[in-house]
């Protein structure tokens, strides 16, 4: 479910003019720009970056 | 390398604290990269021209990321040259703060309701609306700078005779800090411009062939209003909420037609709106002031208040919006047909809260 959240939200936000959709998503899969998502909840993203030391992407969209 | 990260999507801003979270609201989709400490890396996603989506790439937005990353991996050491990336106190704390944006229904927000609410609110109580808020985020090529968006921050070209040239930007410098803040996208430098001074000079640090060249940037009175703001959806909103039409500069050609010096004010009126409900704001107005003063799609402006020196839409809406307020009346001359003809635009003395 995220992993798919992410490749839509990724791929609508950033269609390049150049590529089409099929060509996006494998560039996605090669680059491995996949991961997981919080959905629509700063505090638990900032517990979770709190807690594994990881920095926060957030996305407005 | 988004597993490097803890991924947050927001849809919903109507408590969102725009005191950490203030970036470029009327994008569609926007980025920024903190960490726990709500310490920010940067930020990622803008629209240099009407064509907004041709600046955000999948090159551009992996360099911003592996960017962050290297921020986040010397922080704290560099904290001090992050602390720049939040702004000053907000005037509102939250969306749902803003004067004109309470009448709205919880999770109805969208970004771009942010700056028009601010705007709004100004406006309708009278206050200044400065052009550091019209202006929002300005683009670098305000300052002369065509920006390459498969890059973090490289100059693609500069426009001669700009404060970038004068400040020795070359095409193919890689901007990696301006004012002290490192950065990591084009997002990056419109923050930095967007909290500069009227009057000052800002310190560039570029990378050219290899080489770190520090450069002096110097910004002048007037120099945000080389942009135009127009082609914001919140400016969009504004202009036909407020005032009732939207405007673009006339044709060359149609220019010298009508006989029109290039020195010469001369906007054409697009769309005039009567009668409107703005359902995202639940503002309801029975009529515009442009309906009300009979102005008609085609009209071509030529003066504003005895003035008929040449303004941009963007500074025609700032001089709307700054030298009138609620219940004043702005003179236009337009030609229509050919002949001049002289309107009172006349503008409601409250706006629905």
Partial sequence: MKATLAVTLVLVALRSSQDTPAQLAKRFKEEDLL??????????????????????????? | MLDQFVCVRMVEIDEVDLALFDYDTDLSWSTMFMNADRVIYGRYGT???????????????????EGALELH???????????????PPPKWKTPRAIPQMRGKSAGCFHCHQIHEGEVRSLWSGRQPVPDSLLWKYPPPDSIGLAMDPRERAAVLSVAAASPAEKAGFQPGDRVLALDGQPVI??????????????????RAEVDRGGQKVELGLALTPGWRRKGDFTKARSSWWLQLSLFGFLCEPLPDADRRA????????????????????????????????AQRAGLQKGDVI???????AAMTPSEFIAHLLQKKGPGLTVGLTVRRGGKPQAI??????????
């Fill in chain 1, 35 to 61: 991961s997981t998502w919080v959905y629509q909840d700063l505090s638990a993203g900032f517990a979770q970056a709190r807690r594994t030391g990881k920095p926060l992407l957030i996305v407005f969209r």
């Fill in chain 2, 47 to 65: 629209r240099a021209g009407p064509n907004g989506y041709r600046d955000i790439t999948l090159e551009g937005f992996k360099k911003a990321i």
């Fill in chain 2, 73 to 87: 991996r010397a922080y704290p050491a560099n904290r001090a040259s992050l602390l720049g990336k939040a702004g």
């Fill in chain 2, 185 to 202: 996208s084009v997002a990056d430098l419109q923050w930095i411009l967007f909290n500069a001074k009227e009057t000052v000079r800002i």
């Fill in chain 2, 258 to 289: 009508a006989g029109i010096p290039d020195r010469s004010l001369a906007l054409r009126v697009g769309d005039v709106v009567g009668s409107m409900k703005l359902a995202s704001l639940q503002v309801t107005q029975v009529s515009t002031a």
């Fill in chain 2, 302 to 308: 030529v003066a504003v208040d005895g003035k008929t």
């Fill in chain 2, 344 to 353: 009172g635009l006349a503008f409601d003395r409250a706006l629905p809260p």
